[in-house]
């Protein structure tokens, strides 16, 4: 009786600003609690994450994309089923969500232009070019020409990537030993998913570099000061 008694006046002892301190923390486990239970799986996974899914977010929207008209230029030869194969990788690159705006000379180029002018400035105005290298894009001067073109800017640029079907080995064009190729023939979903993996690496160290570089601008403008 007397050990039920004195914590009857044990609980009567808690002070005002304890009481209030545990409103408060039980409160806000209700408010957090709830916050949970309405956020949707993805934003729950996203957040768990990290910040990857917000980097690749930010090159999409970046103005740096924006500077050039096209993400992707796909080089193929004017053989009927590279045509047809060209067509489903921009169908797949233009769809939600990522979105890319390709260059598909069949549909992209002005009538009456000259061919070589269409194409230079596509390339020019292209972040990466996509190569479909089949055995009638070997055989094609112009897609030799547009090949040259975009080598000129050298190995390291990464702005190239090269796509191989139903092409042998040996056939594989030799000024391209030294570049990482995606096989078609390995599954076109996947070889597709990989040009977009490509072309989002690119655009994410493309704004990383400008970032860089104006951290180091503000950082020698300050020691001027």
């Given amino acids: 009786m007397q050990g039920w008694f004195q914590k009857l006046l044990k609980s009567r002892a808690t002070t005002p600003r304890e009481q209030e301190s545990n409103t408060r923390q039980n409160s806000e486990t209700s408010v957090r609690s709830a916050l949970t239970s309405t956020m949707p799986t993805s934003a729950l996974q996203n957040s768990s994450l990290g910040t990857a899914p917000s980097r690749q977010q930010f090159a999409l929207g970046s103005e740096l994309r924006w500077r050039r008209k096209y993400d992707v230029f796909v080089c193929h030869s004017t053989a009927h089923p590279d045509i047809e194969e060209a067509t489903h990788l921009v169908s797949f690159l233009e769809a939600s969500p990522h979105s890319l705006r390709c260059f598909l000379w069949q549909r992209d180029t002005c009538p009456g232009s000259a061919i070589s002018t269409e194409y230079c400035?596509?390339?020019?105005?292209?972040?990466?070019?996509?190569?479909?290298?089949?055995?009638?894009?070997?055989?094609?001067?112009?897609?030799?020409?547009?090949?040259h073109q975009a080598l000129a800017e050298g190995p390291m640029s990464r702005r190239m990537i090269p796509l191989m079907k139903n092409l042998e080995r040996s056939e594989y064009p030799k000024e391209l030993q030294f570049y990482y190729y995606i096989d078609l023939s390995k599954g076109t979903d996947r070889g597709y998913a990989l040009v977009i993996k490509s072309v989002i690496s690119y655009l994410e160290d493309l704004v990383e570099k400008e970032r860089q570089l104006n951290c180091s601008i503000d950082t020698s403008s300050g020691g001027l000061g």
């Fill in 121 to 147: 400035e596509a390339v020019e105005n292209s972040h990466l070019r996509a190569l479909l290298i089949t055995p009638s894009f070997v055989q094609d001067g112009w897609c030799n020409y547009m090949m």
